[in-house]
């Protein structure tokens, strides 16, 4: 609970050192208002980070990624609700983890964004190509990690951080988050009927572009928050009906979440067209056909 992530924190460091605090504050308001940042306009420093954290490793497997990605083709808008109605409750949940969501003020301020905000991620992850080079997923994760690295920095620093929450954004508070977003809508597949293979659950390459350090990543699943993260005790007495509610449901969710406005000069919530058409989610671009 006292390391963060050692890549994007000598960043943000690097930036600091250089009594450039003010670049630290401009940095987030750029990484947090905008989509694409041309890179010519960032620090030297932020630059070098990005070339270095732009593909995955090399052990990375293409084939489970395309089962994964195909998965989320076939279950994408259960998923998403699983992440807004379950993950993201069990994500508060951490008395420690939560007090940087409560200093910055994002669940009281504005939490449809917040949720906008990581289901984006989520879609641009497990889109077709949104973890390969240059892809969607890998330039989101590049921007998390500085999010957080920032965030690090300033909440350590605040008269209201208390030491015995440990470092913010820690690698147990990564490596939980990542836990529930992952283990949490899966187990609710598998309640509604669902069958779940490993090589789709598989996540090893998602939490090494989230910066989690990869025996924290495996400790964790075998760990005390896999089990906090499971919520198998809450079994479906009617699979079918429940399957048909949560479907219905979660297709409002993400058509609800394409009109939502995410602020700056970031574009609207984005479906990847190819997954708005295969989940029939009439979103803010296709809804012009509609009327």
């Given at each position: 609970?006292q390391a963060g992530?050692?890549p994007?924190?000598?960043v943000v460091?690097e930036?600091?050192?250089?009594?450039e605090?003010d670049a630290v504050?401009?940095?987030m308001?750029?990484?947090?208002r905008?989509?694409?940042?041309?890179?010519?306009?960032?620090?030297r420093v932020?630059r070098s980070?990005l070339?270095s954290?732009?593909?995955l490793?090399?052990w990375?497997?293409?084939?489970?990624i395309a089962i994964?990605?195909e998965?989320?083709?076939v279950h994408g808008?259960t998923?998403?609700?699983a992440f807004?109605?379950a993950?993201?409750?069990?994500c508060y949940a951490?008395p420690?983890?939560?007090q940087?969501l409560?200093l910055t003020?994002?669940?009281?301020?504005?939490?449809?964004?917040?949720?906008?905000?990581t289901?984006?991620?989520i879609?641009?992850v497990m889109?077709p190509g949104g973890l390969?080079?240059?892809?969607?997923?890998?330039?989101?994760?590049?921007k998390?990690r500085?999010?957080?690295a920032?965030?690090?920095r300033l909440?350590?620093?605040s008269?209201?951080?208390?030491?015995?929450?440990?470092?913010?954004?820690?690698?147990?508070?990564?490596?939980?988050?990542?836990?529930?977003?992952?283990?949490?809508?899966l187990?609710a597949l598998q309640q509604?009927g669902t069958?779940?293979?490993d090589d789709e659950?598989d996540?090893?390459?998602?939490?090494d572009?989230?910066?989690v350090?990869?025996?924290?990543w495996?400790?964790?699943?075998?760990g005390p928050?896999?089990l906090?993260?499971?919520h198998?005790d809450?079994?479906?007495d009617?699979?079918?009906?429940?399957?048909?509610?949560?479907?219905?449901?979660?297709q409002?969710l993400?058509?609800?979440?394409?009109?939502?406005?995410?602020g700056?000069?970031r574009?609207?919530?984005?479906?990847p067209?190819?997954?708005?058409?295969?989940w029939?989610?009439?979103?803010?671009e296709?809804?012009?056909g509609y009327?």
């Amino acid at each position: 609970r006292q390391a963060g992530d050692p890549p994007a924190d000598a960043v943000v460091q690097e930036l600091d050192d250089d009594d450039e605090i003010d670049a630290v504050n401009r940095l987030m308001q750029t990484l947090v208002r905008n989509d694409d940042v041309p890179r010519a306009k960032l620090p030297r420093v932020v630059r070098s980070y990005l070339e270095s954290t732009d593909d995955l490793r090399d052990w990375a497997d293409p084939e489970r990624i395309a089962i994964g990605a195909e998965f989320f083709g076939v279950h994408g808008p259960t998923i998403v609700m699983a992440f807004a109605c379950a993950s993201l409750p069990k994500c508060y949940a951490f008395p420690k983890g939560v007090q940087v969501l409560h200093l910055t003020a994002r669940l009281q301020s504005d939490p449809v964004r917040r949720i906008a905000e990581t289901a984006q991620l989520i879609l641009d992850v497990m889109e077709p190509g949104g973890l390969g080079f240059g892809g969607r997923g890998i330039r989101d994760a590049q921007k998390v990690r500085l999010m957080h690295a920032a965030v690090r920095r300033l909440c350590s620093r605040s008269e209201h951080w208390n030491t015995s929450w440990d470092t913010p954004i820690n690698q147990e508070d990564l490596a939980g988050g990542l836990c529930t977003f992952s283990i949490v809508p899966l187990e609710a597949l598998q309640q509604l009927g669902t069958t779940v293979s490993d090589d789709e659950a598989d996540g090893d390459e998602i939490a090494d572009m989230l910066g989690v350090e990869s025996h924290n990543w495996a400790s964790l699943l075998t760990g005390p928050l896999r089990l906090f993260a499971s919520h198998s005790d809450a079994v479906a007495d009617n699979v079918p009906f429940a399957g048909r509610i949560s479907a219905h449901f979660s297709q409002q969710l993400l058509e609800g979440l394409s009109w939502v406005a995410r602020g700056g000069d970031r574009a609207p919530f984005r479906i990847p067209q190819e997954l708005a058409e295969r989940w029939d989610v009439r979103t803010a671009e296709r809804a012009v056909g509609y009327w």
